[in-house]
């Protein structure tokens, strides 16, 4: 089946828009971070949406090429097995996906100084798997 750039276009907009704003909250700093509930509670929601529109361009991208992941973190693995993202991004992405889903079914249990770090260094692996998936779905 054809890949839905429309779609994938979407999604891959959504996590820029969400990566602009984490980029933010990181200049307003870490002192800053930890102490506003608010940054951190707008943090947490939008590694969430970020991590989110990647699985949903990554379980898009594979099922449409045959293959049905088994779960978050596997869907990025499939992604590298299909050659869309080199192997070493696909296991950061799905370090990535498993902290979504503490942040999700754990969340009273965050180090609010591992979110900072995250946002700080991590995301560009959401940036990175921008570009890969925007280079793929143009060879398409």
Request: proline content about 2%; overall charge positive; aromatic content about 8%.
């Given at each position: 089946m054809e890949i839905d750039r429309e779609l994938v276009e979407r999604r891959l907009a959504e996590i820029k828009g969400a990566l602009v704003e984490l980029g933010e909250i990181v200049?307003?700093?870490?002192?800053?971070?930890?102490?506003?509930?608010?940054?951190?509670?707008?943090?947490?929601?939008?590694?969430?949406?970020?991590?989110?529109?990647?699985?949903?361009?990554?379980?898009?991208?594979?099922?449409?090429?045959?293959?049905?992941?088994?779960?978050?973190?596997?869907c990025f693995k499939t992604l590298a097995e299909l050659g869309v993202v080199e192997k070493d991004l696909a296991e950061r992405l799905a370090r990535m996906a498993r902290f979504r889903n503490v942040l999700v079914h754990r969340y009273w249990r965050i180090d609010d100084e591992l979110v900072f770090e995250i946002m700080k260094k991590d995301t560009r692996d959401l940036e990175e798997f921008v570009r890969a998936v925007g280079e793929y779905v143009k060879r398409q």
């Open positions: 200049r307003a700093g870490k002192e800053e971070f930890l102490s506003n509930s608010l940054l951190r509670n707008a943090a947490k929601y939008l590694l969430i949406t970020a991590i989110e529109g990647a699985f949903s361009v990554c379980n898009h991208i594979s099922v449409r090429m045959g293959r049905v992941p088994k779960s978050y973190a596997d």
